[in-house]
Nanobody, 125 residues
Framework: VQLQASGGGLVQPGGSLRLSCGYS????????ISWFRQAPGKEREGLAS????????YYTDSAKGRFTISKDNAKNTAYLQMTSLKPEDTAVYYC???????????????????WGKGTQVTVSS
């Protein structure tokens, strides 16, 4: 399984950005795609997850209200739409995936089966 996050960049406070996570190689139709971020000097932080089977979503408190996770099965791509961005959102953003029955922590990312390379998001004026 391979994942690749893209779409990061420099954005002004209050702006929006959409990150993409292209994925391939799953042998099952049942998996979870999640977004995490890690700011300098801070621990990795979970943001949102989406199930491949029914599209159900989960958000951590850090993402609720401003971030939206979605996916396009035809394009094998998951997205993270981020709005009302703040300087404290500056971080490297990663997408990750978990196979069925994997025991993972959605808040820290511990236990996720696969990780993509991150994409830098910088929120600054």
């Amino acid at each position: 399984v391979q994942l690749q996050a893209s779409g990061g960049g420099l954005v002004q406070p209050g702006g929006s950005l959409r990150l993409s996570c292209g994925y391939s190689g799953f042998t099952s139709n049942y998996y979870v795609i999640s977004w995490f971020r890690q700011a300098p000097g801070k621990e990795r932080e979970g943001l949102a997850s989406i199930s491949s089977s029914d599209g159900s979503t989960y958000y951590t408190d850090s993402a609720k209200g401003r971030f939206t996770i979605s996916k396009d099965n035809a394009k094998n791509t998951a997205y993270l739409q981020m709005t009302s961005l703040k300087p404290e959102d500056t971080a490297v953003y990663y997408c990750a995936a978990a196979e069925p029955h994997t025991d993972y922590d959605g808040n820290t990312g511990d236990g996720m089966d696969y990780w993509g390379k991150g994409t830098q998001v910088t929120v600054s004026s």
